[in-house]
């Protein structure tokens, strides 16, 4: 079986006495997991540290853990930023999920003007909250020492800017004349823009007028799948995945 990996905030992880697991990553260790002295663990942090230790105590509810290495990961390069127009129902956690799971670096909720989806007031926090659950979960499902970044909700000015800043862009449109590019920039932002299932509009396709408009093949893909096949085809052409 796999270690089974924790997630401890930012600046809790390091050698030298042992770490306490708590709250809701200490129960699901020592109540839901039942590990037991001895075990071996990993920590992450979301931030790129890793930690190797063994499970020293339990508890009710916490663990004690007695690290024995701890390293840093590089910041994943080229970054994979994919801007997903509001799904309708559940679809946007499938999403957020499965674009964590496949190692997107950023996801940015974008209020599409065709998304039947609106974030507003308390329910944007809610929904925000949601995917930021979801994208950690996932994250640690998949054993990730980096987790993405979930950003707030996006107005269609504000996706502009990271297609205008970013080192390639592109646009998914099933009218597109050709496909993803073979080549990938190494550094900087890739940035995928994935509209609502309505589709992207004319004036926001002149809006990213310095991104690329390709297709996904022949099929027309849900836009809680689109962005996961385009980010899985542009990883596998990085070092990333080679």
């Known amino acids: 079986m ?9 600046g809790e992880i390091g050698p030298g006495a042992p770490l306490t697991l708590a709250g809701a990553e200490g129960h699901h260790a020592a109540d839901v997991r039942r590990l037991r002295p001895g075990e071996a663990v990993e920590l992450v942090d979301g931030a790129g540290v890793r930690a190797c230790g063994r499970v020293a105590s339990v508890e009710p509810g916490s663990l004690r853990i007695d690290v024995e290495t701890v390293t840093r990961e590089p910041a994943p390069a080229p970054r994979l930023v994919v801007v997903q127009a509001l799904p309708k ?25 065709r998304c039947v989806t609106q974030w507003r007031g308390e329910r944007s926090e809610k929904a925000l909250a949601r995917w930021r659950s979801t994208a950690r979960e996932a994250a640690k499902q998949s054993r990730r020492a980096w987790a993405p970044l979930v950003a707030p ?16 862009a592109l646009v998914l449109h099933e009218s597109a004349p050709g496909g993803l590019p073979d080549d ?15 589709g992207v509009t004319d004036d926001e396709l002149e809006t990213f007028a310095a991104a690329h408009v390709v297709r996904m093949g022949e099929s027309v893909l849900r836009t809680s799948t689109a962005g996961v096949v385009a980010a899985a085809a542009l990883l596998s052409r990085t070092p990333r995945w080679g």
């Open 184 to 198: 990938i920039p190494d550094i900087g932002d890739v940035v995928v823009v994935v509209g609502p299932e309505g």
């Open 2 to 10: 796999s270690v089974p990996v924790f997630w401890l905030p930012a």
């Open 89 to 113: 129902g559940n679809r946007g956690e499938l999403a957020v999920g499965l674009l964590t799971e496949v190692g997107v670096d950023v996801i940015v909720p974008w209020a599409a003007a």
């Open 153 to 168: 909700l996006a107005t269609t000015a504000q996706v502009r800017s990271l297609v205008d800043d970013a080192a390639l």
